[in-house]
């Protein structure tokens, strides 16, 4: 068993008991991490915090990543309470729904400006802040998608993202090895959650998805948690700049 009581994790990107965020914390719960959880504004404060509370020793914390005063105060915050910081996993994502439907080629300046903002920059914006806290060394997990590398209509400005999301990866692994702080994504099939809900033909998707993969199913957010956990973990401790995929092995077909 994998064993990281005395270890602290912030998750980031809570929005209710589907959001992969909520599979991550509770696999990292379950080894004994401390857990700080985040999720992004009033709205979803009452459903998140519900969720927290049941989590003994977990606590919640509102911070909007686009806002860079709420990343520092939330980081302040966190190094009064808990002093070090062990892991930071980033469960974020964002484009206007707009410019995730109809031809990629009408992409929106806004649309392409937001989804990188919330769903890339948000992720330098935390390791940097989370950085020094990591003082005995850090794993950095952020989730990205198959989408950046190979079509999926629809995703259109989302895979730019991830792709963007991807490279990013790989420049805070280098940035970051010399303190030991290793940064991975993990490349999750599609699963059923608030951010995938607005998405039309998300069922036929999922179902396609199964067809294909050689497991035959959908992979759901604790296996997900799963792989978070492994990357918290020593077991992964010369695994950095990788992307690791979590989708039932979809993505190594041709046909
Ligand atoms: O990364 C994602 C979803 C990201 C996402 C979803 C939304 C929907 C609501 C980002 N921004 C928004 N904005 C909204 O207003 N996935 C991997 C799930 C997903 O999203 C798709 C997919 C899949 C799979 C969009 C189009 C096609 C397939």
């Known amino acids: 068993m994998i064993d990281l009581t005395g270890r602290t994790a912030v998750v980031f990107g809570l929005a209710n008991k ?5 599979g991550i914390a509770l696999k990292l719960h ?16 009452a459903e998140a915090q519900s969720l927290i509370d049941e989590l003994p020793g977990a606590t919640g914390f509102q911070c909007d990543l686009s806002n860079d005063q709420e990343i520092n105060s ?3 915050t966190l190094k009064e309470k808990y002093s070090r910081l062990d892991v930071l996993v980033h469960a974020v994502a964002f484009a206007p729904p707009e410019d995730l439907k109809g031809a990629f080629i009408n992409t929106s300046r806004e649309g392409f ?8 920059y948000s992720l330098i914006a935390v390791a940097r802040a989370a950085a020094p806290l990591m003082t005995e060394g850090g794993s950095i997990i952020t989730l990205t ?67 294909r993969a050689p497991l035959h199913r959908n992979v759901d957010q604790l296996e997900v948690g799963g792989a978070a ?6 077991l992964s401790s010369a695994v950095t700049g990788e992307i690791i995929y979590v989708d039932c092995g979809y993505n190594i077909m041709g046909f």
């Open 145 to 211: 998608y198959f989408a950046a590398e190979k079509v999926v209509p629809n995703y259109n400005v989302m895979a730019l993202a991830k792709a963007s999301l991807e490279a990013t990866v790989r420049y805070l692994a280098w940035d970051l090895g010399s303190k030991n702080i290793r940064v991975n994504a993990i490349s999750a099939g599609p699963i059923k959650t608030l951010a995938a809900r607005g998405i039309g033909a998300l069922g036929d998707m999922l179902k396609a998805a199964a067809d």
């Open 74 to 76: 939330l980081f302040i």
């Open 229 to 234: 956990l492994f990357l918290s973990s020593p």
């Open 18 to 22: 589907r959001s992969i965020a909520w």
């Open 113 to 120: 400006r937001i989804a990188h903002e919330v769903s890339v």
């Open 30 to 45: 379950e080894a004994g991490a401390t857990l700080a959880i985040c999720y992004q504004n009033e709205r979803l404060k």
